[in-house]
């Protein structure tokens, strides 16, 4: 067996992705912690007494682990069809075991289970669904189209999960909303790169149906919109900064799409590496709404994700 290396390791991990992860975590805590009682309630600027530097790191860990060990367990799901259809994936090219793969896996999810159960003080409930979630998405993706929406559904409880910190804080109503788009988002993404693929050998592909993760992509900006219009009465601070993120999201949707409508070889995986980076834009749009001062990282952070795409695999 060939020597495991750390680029192998963040290829299994898909670690080009761990920015956008960090950025959901932070989002769902800032928002949640200062977020209304009700989902007309016009957030305030969130105070950020609640930040603790011990949390946050117990936060981004256990994330991460969680992540790349759902990472692996997928790879280790996938171990057939990567033997046929992508053979240089570390386990057919021999640099880690079946058994490996498996046992990594589980002792990532669970240490980052832990991590965030004891560390960072989230609801075990909301840990577990994440787990279940996880789980049930390695095990089915490759067998049903509908794998995307648990795709979507990790996302979503990640961001609840995350929002319980400190303390196990009940979710606020606004953090559902928030989360769900979030999760809608990550849905695009896997429908319209299995659209796009289809309709280049289908071209009889039904009108509507491939509109609606066009819609799911955009998702995003356009609630921020309408919650803008809702809080009309936003300082003028936040408001630029919602129009600002809400753009950059548009703008990465938007030239995605037309990457993955090019003709340019492998144009599909670059369009779904671009809207992955662009998960850390869709935090931030939502970010600005509660926490403006920490817009700038999670920007930071998808520039980050595209660095982290030069070199690793994103998909």
Known sequence: MKKFQFSDWMSMARGANLPTVWTNVLAAWAINAGAGPSLRWMPEWTDMNFFNATTLGWLLLGASLIYAGGCFLNDACDHKFD????????????????????????????TGAWALIEGADCSWQW??????????????????????????????????????????????????????????????????????????????????????P??????????????????????????FLINLAG????????????????????????????LLAGICAVDATLLAFHAPLLVGPCILLGAFAHILQKRFAAT
């Open 83 to 110: 033997q046929k259809n992508r053979p240089e994936r570390p386990i057919p090219n021999g640099f880690l075991t079946l058994t490996q793969a498996w046992a990594l896996g589980v002792l990532q999810i669970l």
């Open 247 to 274: 753009l950059l999201v548009g703008g990465v949707v938007f030239f995605a799409i037309l990457q993955m409508r090019s003709d340019e070889e492998g144009a599909i995986g670059k369009g779904v590496s671009r």
């Open 127 to 212: 840990t577990v669904a994440l787990l279940a979630c996880i789980l049930a998405y390695d095990w089915i993706h490759k067998k049903t189209a509908w794998g995307i929406l648990l795709m979507g559904g990790c996302r979503t409880l990640l961001w609840i999960t995350a929002g319980t910190a400190a303390s196990g804080m009940s979710p606020a109503p606004l953090l559902y909303i928030w989360a769900f788009t979030a999760g809608a988002y990550v849905v695009g993404i896997s429908w319209f790169a299995r659209t796009e693929s289809l309709s280049r050998e289908d071209n009889n592909q039904d009108h509507w149906t491939g509109r609606i």
């Open 214 to 239: 066009i819609l799911l992509l955009f998702g995003p900006p356009l609630l921020a919109l309408a919650y803008l219009i809702l809080w009309n009465n936003l300082d003028p601070v936040r408001v």
